[in-house]
């Protein structure tokens, strides 16, 4: 069996398992982490798509996700545009500009500049989301947002939502995967590995990372809405500098560069912080222990893992993984 | 030169790095299909030179010319767009991605292929066939599917220069191509160059005058970032001033 057949056939498993989850008695509760790590894991590829595929480390995601979730809560209470499909396009193209007007700030700049000018374009846009309060209501945040019908289907129980959501991270990760396997997406490692060869190639290297920027930030958008329907309350913590750090956090736990690892990276995160919190008040300081192990012994994050104990379990040696 | 058509103009050329000047008044003109050499100590500022008119590097004074037009402002990927590839002293190749994707992109940079997202490449046949048929003029095609960092130091020279055809220029600007290579190695990357076709025009940078001898028909001498000779390869193994900045090695 070749591993791409493997890894086709645990998908598919994965897939059935999450499928069948919230009919086997799971408690609400798991139910609603696991639509959160859903949700986070698309923003999380998302974020993938410009870390571990064009070599940009951004840490403006939150601000794209955040507005998104701002979108829908505007869009519902400000002009009572509410229906679902309507509201996700709504939220992805406000994304989308928001990152065509930080490409052209950030991209002025690469390496660690670039990540300087993302921290600062997250915080003015946090700040915009803190202080403007006649738009953003403020610390308060606009609460009052209900998850619309899709279609014929009533999707304002938690367990409806859950589907809506593992049916977006599955489109999201579907379409991602075609994408960084397209030309394009060669394009985009070319940009990662050696942009100066690509100039010389002939390719405009800071178009392909703008478009980059661009594309990433409609997925962000789309998990933004989705977030924003999920709490049915949208306030400035989800496009806080904090929570882009914490999607950066996904990326490396489950491994730059493979986008189906985000999915673990979100699940851990999701589960930890909300296990851990119910534990112990120190739950941060552990969390930041378990980063460091994972970073430390499996550097190339927790999917690495998976064909190593594999191979571990039939005494084989592991695979060399070609990225 | 005579009779053919300008392909690359320099005029009066000059880049300064602060106070330090590292070209000055540099001009020359090469015609379509000519074969030459620059040659020089190091620091001469040959590499500078070839940034330059590879508009990596703007300059401080003068202007570039290709086929007659003025490219001087023009920026680094226009200027790969328009005919004009280089490579580079130091291989530089896409070390973890494969060999095979290594020459796609080179050969899908004019293609609005490089646009395509929504189809994986393993669909695009073609191209894969056009890039294994370059591979194999170089005996590399059983290797494509490895990594380009599991290649041996003369195989990625190979492919350093490959890259560069496979973009179909005009103009092949080639920096130390023989750079770091064993006597065998060398040979190979000359037997390369000698196997392009006759309407590419190349300029070459190097230090092993066996390569260069065998290779071009004329040759340009800096020091000190200035042209002092300029002619066939006969004229400057004769000239008594490049023998002294050689500091009487013979040519």
Known sequence: MTLQRRWLIAAGAGFIVALVLPRVGVP???????????????????????????????????????????????????????????VVCIGIIAAVVTAAIFGLVALRSEGVGFIIITIALNEIVWGLAYQWVSVSGGDNGITGIVRPPVGPFDVSANTGYYYVCLAFFVISLILLSIIVRSPFGL???????????????????????????????????????LFAW???????????????????????????GTLYGQLFGALVVVFLSNELSAVTQRWEMVLGVVYFVV????????????????????GLRPAVERT | MSGAASCLALDGVSKRFGSLSVLEEVSFVIGQGERCGIIGPNGAGKSTLFNIIAGELPLTRGAVRFFGGNITRMPAHA?????????????????????IENIVLALQAHSA????????????????REARALLDRVGLASRSNELVDALGYGEKRQVEILLAIAQKPKLLLLDEPTAGLAPGDASLVTEMLKRERGDITIVLIEHDMGVVFDVVERLIVLHHG??????????????????????????
């Open chain 2, 79 to 99: 200027r790969a767009r328009a005919g004009l590839a280089r490579t580079f002293q130091t291989t530089t190749l896409f070390p973890k991605l494969s060999v």
């Open chain 1, 28 to 86: 609400t509760f798991y139910i609603s982490l696991l639509t959160q790590a859903w949700i986070y894991a698309i923003v999380a590829m998302s974020l993938d798509l410009l870390v571990g595929f064009t070599g940009l480390v951004n840490f403006s995601q939150a601000a794209l996700f955040g507005v998104g979730a701002y979108a829908v809560a505007i869009a519902a209470t400000r002009y009572h545009v509410v229906d679902f499909f309507p």
């Open chain 2, 113 to 128: 292929e490089r646009f395509h997202l929504l189809a994986p490449r393993s669909r695009y046949h073609s191209r894969d």
């Open chain 2, 226 to 251: 200035r042209v002092v000779a300029d002619g066939t390869v006969e004229a400057i193994r004769g000239d008594d001033n490049v023998q002294e900045i050689y500091l009487g090695g013979k040519l």
């Open chain 1, 295 to 314: 970073v430390m012994y499996a550097p190339g994050g927790l999917v690495v893992l998976v064909p190593r104990l594999w191979a571990r379990l039939r």
């Open chain 1, 187 to 225: 394009v985009l490692k070319g940009v990662r590995e050696t942009p100066r060869r690509m100039r010389a190639l002939g390719y405009n290297v800071w178009l392909y990372r703008y478009f980059a920027m661009m594309i990433s930030a409609g997925f962000a958008g789309l998990a933004g809405v």
């Open chain 1, 230 to 256: 999920y709490n049915q309350f949208v306030g400035p913590t989800s496009l806080s500098l904090d929570q882009s750090t914490q999607i950066l956090i996904m990326v490396i736990l489950g491994g730059i």
